[in-house]
């Protein structure tokens, strides 16, 4: 019976198991990949964090290099990689988790290969499980090529002519204005994009968010409920540029999809010869075979990472407590909080 089991060992596990080493508790950490930053390394190459160093960082250890500069996807790896090693947390790769349930005194998981038990639980699979692609896109001719930005890498994977890039967040930015480069380029958005610089006086966005207490800004605070209608900005004025210049077509959001092509929302139809989706992420928890930890939706039901089930808990969810509780910034300090609860409850 291990005092804690913790599901993924992305960022958000890791900095779980940082606490949970700190505090001298006996727990294990399950992954599905075979290594640290796998994930990361599986991103598109172009990709280089909005965020800098100073803030992409785990507790416990600096990144390298300059502090303000911005690290790219090999770097973010090569990092998590260091940090799993340096404070040899116990990590069993290459287990499938299959299904979770729950008993009187605690947690049954049982993977592909054993079944574990444990006092209590912590999910850290994060937001980026499952992606997330409209049905109608079932309905373009299958001589459109169709990737998923999680598939994604560099435009020599797309076949010849235009791309309609779907999605305003900052991967579909970066993955646009990339392909905007070498061919005709759309990019749909449900909204006038609103974008911010990387930089302002000499620091990064980030170093100004934090110092305005923005970052920080809790989910049920009149900030961050403000900043969760807005949605997340676009950082870099890349894309601003690409659209200036006529590199990057801005067009409405696509709604349905047919014979002819993508309908966006404004009836104009657009004919393509490859479409990206940059549509996001659903989360996947049907191993989870707990009544009262997912509501009619299957979404995981938690008050800051709290389940109403005793002893279950999650570290890595978006807004999970603040701004930054799924970003490398920001998930360190969700950890410590759970981990610091769990203390609270072997001690009552």
């Not at 949605?231 to 590199?247: H, N, R, S, T």
């Amino acid at each position: 019976m291990w005092d804690v089991v913790v599901i993924g060992a992305g960022q958000a596990g890791l900095a779980a198991g940082y606490w949970l080493r700190r505090a001298g508790m006996s727990f294990v950490m399950l992954d599905r990949g075979s290594e640290p930053g796998e994930t990361w390394l599986a991103r598109y190459e172009s990709l280089r964090l909005f965020t800098p160093r100073t803030h992409s960082a785990l507790p416990g250890m600096e990144m390298q290099g300059n502090p303000d500069g911005f690290p790219d996807k090999y770097e973010v790896a090569a990092y998590l990689k260091s940090y799993a090693s340096r404070f040899e947390l116990p990590i069993q790769w290459k287990q499938e988790v299959l299904s979770v349930t729950k008993e009187r005194d605690g947690f049954v998981i049982h993977t592909e290969g054993e079944e574990l038990r444990a006092k209590k639980l912590i999910i850290a699979t994060g937001p980026f499980q499952r992606p997330r692609i409209p049905a109608f896109s079932a309905a373009l001719p299958k001589d459109i090529l169709q990737l998923h930005s999680s598939a994604y890498m560099e435009p020599s994977q797309l076949q010849g002519g235009n791309v309609l890039v779907v999605g305003g967040g900052n991967s579909g930015a970066q993955i646009a204005t990339e392909l905007s480069g070498s061919r005709e380029t759309y990019l749909s958005l449900g909204q006038r994009p609103r974008i911010l610089p990387m930089t302002m006086g000499g620091k990064s966005m980030f170093w100004w968010l934090d110092r305005l207490g923005i970052l920080s800004a809790r989910t049920d605070s009149w900030i961050g409920r403000a900043l969760r209608r807005k949605g997340d900005p676009i950082f870099g004025y890349e894309l601003k540029q690409a659209v200036k210049c006529g590199k990057v077509v801005l067009k409405k959001r696509a709604v349905r999809a047919g014979s002819s092509g993508m309908e966006l929302d404004d009836g104009t139809i657009v004919s393509v010869r490859n479409v990206i989706w940059a549509t996001g992420f659903v989360s996947r928890y049907d191993w989870l075979r707990i009544e009262g930890a997912m509501d009619h939706e299957q979404a995981v039901i938690h008050a800051n990472g709290h389940s109403p089930i005793s002893g279950l808990y999650y570290v890595g969810l978006p807004w999970q407590t603040h701004r930054g509780s799924a970003l490398l910034t920001g998930v360190g300090r969700d950890a410590r909080a759970i981990v610091q609860a769990i203390i609270n409850e072997e001690g009552d």
